[in-house]
């Protein structure tokens, strides 16, 4: 039970006040567990089993907005909003310890505890290293240990994590390590390795309890194998492991999965049977989500008012699956209403929020509805999110209003928006709607170079369109360029995604390419998860 608390904490725990909340479903604080506990509570009649806690401190589902600031705050927003990350943490803290102030490692856990919620894995690895080179000062237990491999998978990779494992002291050594190791693999969808060290914690005595087996059947599902998520459900059962409310959730994923509805209403009926378990919000919007995918939308809808009827705390991120899965259904009024409740909840709604209801309203061509909220978000915006910037843009280039998207990227262009890839192939697309070879091409070699681009791959359509427009064209230095972009991209390398471009004869490295099998669309903004994303996304989201 105590490497469940250490490893993972997410929403699928937020029965109560006493799991921890923030805008991603994730933190993980490793570092800040004493002896846990389990606690009973009843709410709304009903009673409810929460996650283990801590005895040293809880973390709350406290409005921090209406907080007064505390000292780790203040060091967290110099951290984070730093002009220049690359002079990292220990530049701030080396200041605030030079004007003679001492932060306790209680404080310096809580910043990388932030850190790690909004994803600045760098700088909350940083500050772990300071506290490293102060060993006289701060003692790293295993908690803190895990953390940093999970830290240290993220920032520079697996193979460093495992050397950083590899070299740790016995002491520091047990399940919580192994159970972090375990999730970088699984992150990394490394499953020979990952079944490996599950089968190395099996016979450590490690693998007793259900978070190392909820960890691997999200890899599982990730690579849809879901036999094999039946096969662990199988052994925890053989072997007593208790199912939690994790472990019932991906069940449910992965007979929804398998189009199964029958199948996916038994396992709902056996989690309702166990009196430890409480059905929660991601439950319902995991077979809301199954349902809508096979059609059954007054099934799916029945789910979501249990949804909504299940949100407890501070914890905004039920309205974004809400938000998203109403527009789904097509109801247009229901986006609005959740939208309403929502904004009368939080004072300060995130990008996610925003790009949640904006995609909704645009996929069920309330445009007006979309481009007014699109004008709240720019009159409050912190950071130009070029993700909500490019939900609009598609919109319009899908209707032919090209002229439309090209304002509004100038827009965003003048206001200090960075482009990313994505951005640049909406362009790309409106510009080979329309013919324009070589302002398409322009605009997919910016896609190539633009921030973050290096897991980008463009559509296989969009690809698809431009290499038969060449060929009409009679063009073959374009369609030479086209195929240099796949290639510098890494796309001859996936086999999967090569089978959608139809290239008729040799390309210059000689592969030989399938005939196009159908259409792929690989945007990164779009905004509904179906089930197993969501339950992977809030497993490893934030690990």
Same mark, same amino acid.
């Given at each position: 039970?105590?490497?469940?608390? #250490? ?68 060091? +967290? ?7 220049? $990350? *690359?002079?990292?943490?220990? #530049?701030?803290?080396?200041? +605030?310890? @030079? ?102 914690? !099996? ?6 309890? $259900?978070? $190392? ?36 959730? &991906? ?14 209403? /038994? ?7 166990? !009196? #430890? ?93 979309? *481009?007014? &909220? ?15 910037? @490019? ?45 324009? &070879? ?34 009409? *064209? ?12 796949? !290639? ?12 959608? &471009? ?6 210059? @490295? ?29 497993? /490893?989201?934030?690990?």
């Amino acid at each position: 039970m105590l490497l469940q608390s #250490t490893f993972i904490q997410s929403p699928l725990h937020q029965h109560v006040s006493l799991s921890s909340t923030s805008s991603h479903p994730f933190s993980i604080p490793f570092g800040f567990r004493g002896s846990t506990l389990v606690r009973t509570i009843t709410m709304h009649n009903h009673p409810v089993i929460t996650c283990s806690i801590s005895q040293v401190h809880s973390y709350g589902t406290v409005d921090y907005e209406r907080r007064p600031p505390v000292k780790w705050n203040s060091v +967290y927003k110099k951290i984070s909003m730093m002009e220049n $990350p *690359e002079l990292g943490s220990a #530049t701030v803290l080396n200041q +605030y310890e @030079n004007d003679g102030k001492r932060l306790t490692k209680w404080e310096l856990c809580r910043i990388v505890k932030e850190l790690r919620k909004f994803k600045r894995y760098k700088l909350a690895l940083e500050v772990y290293e300071w506290m490293n080179n102060r060993g006289d000062r701060f003692r790293m237990s295993t908690s803190d240990t895990a953390i940093q491999l999970d830290l240290i998978a993220k920032v520079r990779g697996i193979s460093n994590a495992e050397d950083y494992f590899l070299n740790l002291p016995d002491t520091l050594m047990d399940k919580r390590t192994y159970g972090a190791l375990l999730n970088a693999y699984v992150h990394g969808r490394v499953r020979e390795k990952a079944e490996s060290l599950l089968d190395k914690m !099996r016979s450590k005595g490690y693998a007793t309890h $259900p978070l $190392p087996f909820n960890v691997m059947m999200t890899l599982y599902m990730n690579l849809k194998h879901y036999d094999k998520v039946d096969s662990l459900i199988s052994e925890m059962m053989e072997k007593k492991i208790p199912l939690d409310i994790y472990s019932y959730n &991906i069940w449910l994923s992965c007979r929804g999965s398998l189009g199964s509805v029958e199948k996916m209403e /038994q396992v709902f009926e056996q989690m309702k049977l166990n !009196r #430890t378990i409480n059905p929660n919000w991601t439950t319902f919007s995991t077979m809301a989500t199954m349902y809508l995918k096979l059609g059954l939308l007054g099934k799916a809808e029945e789910c979501l008012k249990n949804v909504e009827s299940r949100i407890t705390g501070r914890d905004r991120i039920p309205y974004h699956y809400l938000i998203s899965l109403y527009g789904g259904i097509g109801n247009k009024e229901e986006v609005h209403r959740v939208w309403n409740i929502y904004k009368s909840v939080f004072p300060n709604i995130p990008n996610l929020g925003y790009h949640a209801v904006i995609s909704s309203l645009a996929r069920l061509d309330d445009i007006e509805g979309a *481009e007014k &909220i699109f004008d709240d978000w720019l009159s409050i915006k912190t950071t130009y999110d070029p993700r909500i910037v @490019n939900i609009l843009m598609s919109y319009y280039v899908k209707k032919g209003f090209l002229e439309n998207a090209e304002a509004l990227f100038k827009q965003m262009v003048e206001m200090g928006g960075k482009p990313n890839s994505s951005t640049w192939e909406i362009l790309a697309e409106g510009h080979i709607r329309e013919r324009r &070879i070589s302002e398409a091409l322009s605009c997919l070699k910016e896609a190539t170079s633009a921030e973050r681009s290096k897991n980008w791959k463009p559509k296989p359509a969009n690809m698809t369109s431009l290499l038969k427009l060449c060929e009409q *064209e009679a063009d073959t230095a374009s369609r030479e360029v086209v195929v240099g972009i796949l !290639r510098q991209m890494g796309c001859f390398e996936d086999e999967a995604y090569m089978s959608y &471009i139809p290239i008729s004869n040799r390309v210059p @490295n000689g592969e030989e390419l399938l005939a196009e099998k159908g259409k792929i669309d690989n945007d990164d903004d779009s905004n509904i998860s179906d089930g197993a994303e969501m339950l992977l996304n809030q497993l /490893q989201g934030s690990l």
